[in-house]
């Protein structure tokens, strides 16, 4: 039988491991490990207090080194890159991680989200407990009170050490007795393989032009403090950043009630405000709202000594859906680059010439947001091979449901926008040209209304700002829906098996590619055409706001970001089900391309970044494109492309 030893430790550095992450973090020269609890599978929880000189058991370092024995912790990569800094360099493939096992579980990640969510009580982070770790686990303001220190050791307060040691042991009775509860549920050796190869990929890094990154943010502080200062000479008022402040001015100036200075209701002010003062003021603080900028003050925090950042990628980040989530930076969400001199605007600012950066541009905050990609190199010697699947979810739904001429349409031509607005419009595809309002119906309508979506869907995408009307929406819905019929009917079949597995507790098996639901008194469970499992606690049922039967389950609710009831249905659980899908194959992909010796530093959505020799760049890119169009065996027909290019930086082709 297979030993486990459980894990948990406190540290102390005096980087802050929000801003720059855990690898940084450990680099700091003032990092330790004060507290370690451990415990081999049922015995009791042991504390090894390292900061008043115990030392750590024979019995904990053989085990630690011992590959036979699984290493069990809560976000179990903190714990690994611990004790490596100590010279303990165990494998990923020894370490296994119950956050990961909470989120695979449909479960929060964080220790007390799970915690609160199975009722464990006590166990779990508590309030107290982080006060403890901001007492003896972060630096303190110099105070004289405290006699102008910076750090509280445990000897400033021997009471609250006691309790801090108390804690690190709760931890580990935490941790498993998650894997306790969990147990029922085992993570196939699909995920396992993939979780193994994202802590390979978030030790790896990306490298990160760090003079870009400083200039850039200076420019951007520059800039804005010239703006502010204009802004300031305009109105007067005191904090140009300060909402209230300018919708006081723009009030009075306008002869008019301004509630709100929302990014989308500026460009309206800007047009009823006319050429002066007041146009000028709100274009300064559209400029002014520019978030995306505060990537490069992320990207300075969190880059290591090698330059590189690292730990930028969430395993099982949504656990809806078991798609990776963005850290630090947040990847996830770069802004897109629409610059016809992209190397141009980009060699502007990495020689860090204000003057010039002005000259050359008005509107520096849009510049410095198209350009956040670029930040991100190649080392020397390589490039970017970047690749990403075409029109994804597309695909997989047409494969799911089976729509015939959406998969004729794959396996050739791809041009699903074009053959969407044909079938829809009853016109030859080759009337349906780029920029048309045809295509751009059709393109609407495929973002759209895939899962179950109707005007309203419409509306988020953008249909009104296209200048379709209610009555003209609704025609799209109903002529996409009869083009689709196959579609349409995914959605009812996946809700009459959802709805039948959870009433009778029994597996039902889906006519669409085998889906298997399934659900006792704890979970319902979809299973997935790659083996694992979507998760939904704790099912029942209520009634909708339209007055039907509505399946409910226990989850995070992405409005508030609270745990608590969230309702589904048939178009929804087709959304999730597709996105896993979509995201099972990127991390087949993903484990083809590392099997096949490529560095891969780098994943958002659908698209894959490795780092590749110059000298064989454009074979390397021909071999990731090819691996990523090849056949997947538990996705049959279902027909993958992939296009890619070549460059020095990362930026969206």
């Not at 006691?162 to 699909?190: N, S, T």
């Not at 047009?271 to 003021?281: K, R, T, Y």
């Amino acid at each position: 039988m297979t030993k486990i030893l459980h894990i948990d430790i406190e540290t102390y550095s005096s980087v802050d491991i929000m801003a720059s992450g855990a690898y940084k973090y450990m680099e700091s020269l003032d990092f330790e490990i004060l507290l370690v609890a451990y415990a081999f599978d049922d015995e009791p929880v042991q504390i090894v207090d390292l900061s008043n000189g115990e030392t750590l058991p024979e019995e904990f370092i053989n085990a630690l080194l011992d590959p036979q024995t699984e290493k069990h912790a809560h976000n179990a990569n903190f714990e690994r890159q611990a004790f490596k800094t100590y010279g303990y360099n165990v494998p990923v493939d020894q370490w296994f991680c119950s956050a990961v096992k909470s989120a695979y579980c449909g479960l929060p990640l964080s220790l007390d989200g799970v915690s609160k969510a199975l009722s464990l009580g006590d166990l779990g982070k508590s309030a107290s407990g982080k006060a403890l770790i901001r007492f003896f686990s972060c630096p303190v303001k110099a105070t004289k009170i405290n006699g102008m220190r910076e750090r509280n050791f445990s000897f400033h307060d021997p009471i609250k050490w006691e309790m801090y040691k108390d804690y690190c042991k709760q931890d580990v009775e935490a941790e498993r007795e998650i894997g306790k509860r969990l147990e029922a549920y085992p993570i196939p050796l699909f995920e396992r393989m993939n979780y193994i190869l994202d802590q390979k990929i978030n030790d790896k890094g990306i490298l990160i032009d760090l003079v870009m990154a400083k200039n850039a943010f200076d420019i951007d502080t520059r800039f804005a403090e010239e703006l502010s200062n204009r802004v300031k000479e305009i109105t007067g008022v005191e904090n140009p950043n300060s909402a209230a402040q300018l919708k006081n001015w723009l009030s009075a100036a306008m002869q008019k009630e301004i509630t709100t200075l929302a990014k989308g209701d500026i460009p309206a002010l800007i047009q009823e405000a006319g050429v002066g003062a007041v146009s000028e003021v709100l274009t300064i603080r559209q400029k002014l709202s520019k978030t995306s900028t505060k990537k490069y003050v992320a990207m300075l925090a969190c880059a290591c000594d090698d330059k590189r950042a690292h730990g930028l990628f969430q395993f099982y980040g949504a656990n809806r859906t078991g798609r990776w989530a963005g850290r630090l930076i947040q990847l996830q969400n770069l802004p897109q680059n629409h610059l016809d001199d992209l190397e141009e605007a980009r060699a502007a600012i990495v020689l860090g010439d204000y003057d010039i950066a002005k000259m050359k541009y008005d509107d520096i905050p849009s510049i410095l947001s198209q350009l956040i990609r670029t930040t991100f190199v190649a080392k020397e010697g390589h490039t970017f091979a970047v690749a990403d699947f075409s029109a994804i979810e597309a695909r997989v739904i047409a494969w799911l449901a089976d729509e015939k001429w959406r998969l004729k349409v794959f396996a050739s031509h791809g041009k699903i926008y074009e053959a969407s607005a044909s079938m829809m419009f009853n016109v030859p595809i080759e009337s349906v040209t780029k920029g048309s309002d045809l295509r751009q119906k059709g393109k609407i309508a495929e973002l759209a209304l895939g899962y179950q979506g109707a005007v309203g869907a419409l509306k988020t995408m953008g249909g009104e700002a296209m200048g379709l009307s209610e009555l003209e929406m609704d025609t799209i819905v109903k002529k996409w829906r009869k083009a689709n019929p196959a579609i349409v009917a995914l959605w009812g079949d996946v809700e009459n098996c959802a709805i039948r597995a959870i009433k009778t507790k029994k597996k039902v098996v889906s006519i669409h590619k085998g889906l298997e639901f399934e659900c006792n008194d704890e979970v319902f469970t979809i299973k997935l055409p790659s083996g694992r499992k979507l998760f939904y606690r704790s099912p029942s049922f209520s009634q909708n706001k339209w007055g039907k039967e509505s399946i409910i389950y226990k989850g995070m609710d992405q409005t508030t970001k609270q745990w608590g009831n969230v309702d589904t249905y048939g178009g929804k659980l087709v959304e999730n089900i597709i996105q896993a899908i979509a995201r099972d194959l990127l991390a087949q992909s993903m484990l083809r391309i590392n099997g096949a010796g490529f560095e891969i530093v780098m994943h958002v959505h659908d698209e894959v970044v490795c780092e590749v020799p110059l000298d064989i760049s454009e074979q390397n890119l021909k071999a990731i494109e090819d691996i990523m169009a090849t056949p997947i065996d538990w996705a049959e027909g279902l027909t993958l492309t992939a296009d890619g290019y070549l460059t020095p930086f990362y930026k969206k082709d």
